[in-house]
């Protein structure tokens, strides 16, 4: 049989730790805030998200109509890619529309009518919701008279 080892119990009333089975002594551990490997990885390590974010963020000095201002990366290449586009390369000029596609959500693009036949299902759907809602549609199965499971009351 083994028997534990127990630390001294300090003058202060504190009940003696037990020490044994992943219960290591009190002077052994791990002070509070200190890391149990310390060569493992460091807080706030970036990934590639956060540095392609981090780049396009950066500011590059760009000479615009003879004047020289400060713009984000992100903005330059797109300045740059509107230039080329209208200079006659076509590769650039859809890749900028399609960025255009993308990320221009105007609140008119969204509130455009929809085709008669996609809109009439939308109002069928939408009516045989309330009804069933309310309670008053014939294929109702809680609106049968009945027991409700179906099957005849036994005598």
């Given amino acids: 049989m083994s028997r ?50 981090r780049a396009l963020a950066m500011k590059v000095k760009v000479k615009e109509n003879g ?15 509107r230039e080329t586009g209208f200079n006659g390369n076509t590769r650039a000029l859809v890749h900028l529309l399609e960025l255009a596609l993308r990320f221009n959500n105007d609140e008119a693009a969204q509130t455009q ?11 069928a759907y939408v009516a045989a919701r309330t009804t069933t809602a309310t309670g008053s549609s014939a294929d109702d199965p809680a609106s ?12």
């Fill in 67 to 81: 004047r020289s201002s400060t713009k984000s990366t992100q903005e330059a290449a797109l300045m740059v890619l």
């Fill in 144 to 155: 049968k008279t009945g027991s409700g499971s179906g099957r005849k009351a036994r005598k």
């Fill in 4 to 53: 534990r080892k127990t630390t001294g119990s300090s003058g202060d009333g504190k009940k003696s730790y037990e020490v044994g089975y992943r219960k290591p002594p009190r002077h052994t551990q791990y002070r509070p805030g200190q890391s149990g490997y310390p060569a493992g990885r460091r807080k706030g390590v970036r990934n590639l998200k956060t540095d392609v974010k």
């Fill in 113 to 123: 009518q929809l085709p008669a036949d996609d809109q009439a299902i939308l109002d």
